[in-house]
């Protein structure tokens, strides 16, 4: 072979064994591309991920501020309606109105009446806003409802009775066990059923419940409109002062002795109530009997291996 063939063979082998190398190189090339760009997506993806999540809590957070801010107006309201009582009944005595001794101490009476009343609306917006915050904590476990409606049918059967008003506690048959703090599921339904009392002048109550699927509701029907039980609160009443009229007389024993509580505060307090306790509180409106609302109290069944 001469030289020049040689040197041809020696190109050709060297050419060959550079694409070889080259060829088997290629896989790792690209598989070190993609281990370079695969971190890139993932961070990516991690933080739409965290956009998403920070989206939602935004979200909640407008929902809960606007949920506070309504809940902190209705108590607010409550709170003054019984403190204008308190006021009025002691301008009345101050302006020296009364009639007669008998009269003086019937308004010291009734503005000690709106101390208490004032008292209450604190202990129940105090205690509410404890558990929603979480520095009370809910003492969840399996109750039997039929105890719990005994209970609260003895503690507002004699309001109803006083004004001559007719209210039925149906106790279901079966045995129906929910998970809920007992205590604080009763001081929601006797809120809403002494609420329905205060503002009613004639009519019947009734309270039943049963069981659908993992919940149980509890209905609560009465001769109050809707629009009484979600009424947006209107401006508070104002108590005439002493500045330059003297104090209306009927006008303040009036408001001294208004309802209480409100209805759309109880709907408020008892909601937040059942919410910390995974249930809910819905309104119907009766179509079969116009006039009449049914509240109804969802709250969760206890389960086997609850029970």
């Keep these: 072979m001469n030289e020049p063939s040689l040197l041809w063979l020696l190109a050709g082998v060297g050419v060959g064994w550079a694409a070889s190398q080259v060829w088997h190189r290629f896989p790792a090339i690209s598989a070190n591309v993609f281990e370079a760009t695969s971190p890139a997506e993932g961070e990516a993806a991690v933080l739409k991920e965290q956009l998403r999540q920070t989206e939602l809590a935004y979200c909640m957070a407008m929902q809960m501020s606007q949920f506070k801010g309504s809940f902190l107006a209705r108590s607010s309201h409550e709170l003054r309606s ?6 009025g009944m002691h301008q009345l005595i101050l302006a020296e109105l009364c009639d007669s001794p008998e009269e003086e101490r019937d308004f010291i009476t009734q503005a000690h009446a709106s101390a208490l009343k004032m008292v209450k609306v604190l202990d129940e917006v105090i205690d509410a806003a404890k558990v929603e915050h979480g520095t009370s904590q809910l003492a969840l476990h399996p109750t039997d409802l039929s105890t719990l409606l005994y209970e609260v049918n003895g503690l507002t059967h004699l309001q109803a009775q ?3 008003l007719r209210l039925t506690v149906v106790v279901p048959d079966s045995e129906i066990e929910v998970l809920v703090d007992s205590r604080r ?16 002048e004639e009519g019947s109550i009734t309270v039943t419940a049963e069981s659908t699927g993992e919940y149980c509701q509890i209905a609560i029907a009465t001769p109050i409109a809707m629009s009484v039980w ?33 209805p759309s505060f109880s709907i408020a307090i008892a909601r937040s109530l059942l919410q910390s306790m995974q249930g809910k509180l819905e309104l119907v409106k009766e179509i079969e009997q116009p006039g009449f609302t ?4 969802t709250v969760p069944l206890a389960s086997s291996e609850a029970r």
């Design 82 to 87: 019984p403190l204008n009582g308190l006021i």
């Design 162 to 164: 006083n004004r001559n």
């Design 185 to 200: 599921l009763r001081q929601a339904l006797v809120m809403l059923v002494d609420s329905a009392i205060a503002h009613l």
């Design 230 to 262: 979600s009424a947006d609160l209107e401006q508070p009443l104002t108590c005439p002062m002493l500045d330059n009229l003297q104090p209306d007389k009927r006008t303040i024993v009036d408001l001294a002795n208004q309802p209480f509580p409100l």
């Design 294 to 297: 049914r509240i109804l109290c």
